[in-house]
C-alpha cells in the first residue's frame, strides 16, 4: 500500500537559517510527488512537484525539493527562511490509480526571530 | 489566476441534519477531488470524479454522496450529521489527473 511519511511533526528554526523537511514514501512504482504547504485555516498552496526528469526541483517562494530513489526521499529545502514560512508542510503522492493523493501527516515549521 | 472556489466557506449544522458543499473547479479542469481534513489531521481523500464519472473512492462514509454536474462543479451531500463529521472539507481540481490545486476548504462545525 501507498504510504507517506513525514518524520518530524513539528520543526522550529531561527529566521535566516537553513530549512530541511523530512519525507519518504513507499510506493511500488516512481510516484508522482508534491509539497504542498497550509496556512492556519487556509486551504493547501502546491509550493512544487515531481513528475520525472531533473531530481531536483525548484518551487515557489525560494523552495526547492530533491527527489532521491534510492532512499525513497523527497526532501523539501529552503536556503533561508523567513517568518512568513511559518505554516503546516504536507508532503503527497500520487497514487496513480484514480489519482488520489497520499498525504504525510505533515510538519508544523516554527520560525523565531 | 482563477482558483477552486468552495462554498459556504463556513457551515454549521446541528446533529442528524444534511449539508451539502459546492465546489467550482478552475476552468477547464476534468478532475475533481474531495478530501476531509480533521483537527490536527491530514487530509484524508474522500472521492473524485473525472469527466463527471466517479473516477476513485476513497474513505467516504456511506452518509455522504457527491457528484459532478455538467458545468464540471461538484456537490458533496452529506446526511445524518455525526460531531465526527466536523473538519475542513476540501475540494481540488485538477486537468487530466495532474496537479491537485486546492480550494480554500469548507469549515463544517457539528454541534
Known amino acids: 500500500a501507498q504510504s507517506v511519511t513525514q518524520p518530524d511533526i513539528h520543526i522550529t528554526v531561527s529566521e535566516g537559517a537553513s530549512l530541511e523537511l523530512r519525507c519518504n514514501y513507499s510506493?511500488?512504482?516512481?510516484?508522482?510527488l508534491f509539497w504542498y504547504v497550509q496556512s492556519p485555516g487556509q486551504g493547501l498552496q502546491l509550493l512544487l512537484k515531481?513528475?520525472?526528469?531533473?531530481?531536483l526541483v525548484q518551487g515557489i517562494k525560494g523552495f526547492e525539493a530533491e527527489f532521491k530513489r534510492s532512499q525513497s526521499s523527497f526532501n523539501l529545502r529552503k536556503p533561508s527562511v523567513h517568518w512568513s514560512d511559518a505554516a503546516e508542510y504536507f508532503c503527497?503522492?500520487?497514487?496513480?490509480?484514480?489519482?488520489?493523493?497520499?498525504f504525510g501527516t505533515g510538519t508544523s515549521l516554527t520560525v523565531i526571530p | 489566476a482563477a482558483g477552486v472556489i468552495q462554498s459556504p466557506r463556513h457551515l454549521i449544522k446541528e446533529k442528524r441534519e444534511t449539508a451539502t458543499l459546492k465546489c467550482y473547479p478552475i476552468?477547464?479542469?476534468?478532475?475533481v477531488y474531495w478530501y476531509q481534513q480533521g483537527p490536527g489531521q491530514d487530509p484524508q481523500f474522500l472521492i473524485s470524479f473525472y469527466e463527471k464519472m466517479q473516477s476513485d473512492k476513497g474513505s467516504i462514509p456511506d452518509r455522504f454522496s457527491a457528484q459532478q454536474f455538467s458545468d464540471y462543479h461538484s456537490e458533496l451531500n452529506m446526511s445524518s450529521l455525526e460531531l465526527g463529521d466536523s473538519a475542513l472539507y476540501f475540494c481540488?481540481?485538477?486537468?487530466?489527473?495532474?496537479?491537485?490545486?486546492f480550494g480554500p476548504g469548507t469549515r463544517l462545525t457539528v454541534t
Open positions: 510506493y511500488g512504482a516512481t510516484p508522482y
Open positions: 476552468p477547464r479542469h476534468d478532475t
Open positions: 481540488a481540481s485538477s486537468f487530466r489527473g495532474y496537479e491537485q490545486y
Open positions: 503527497a503522492v500520487d497514487g496513480r490509480t484514480g489519482n488520489q493523493f497520499y
Open positions: 515531481y513528475f520525472s526528469g531533473d531530481t
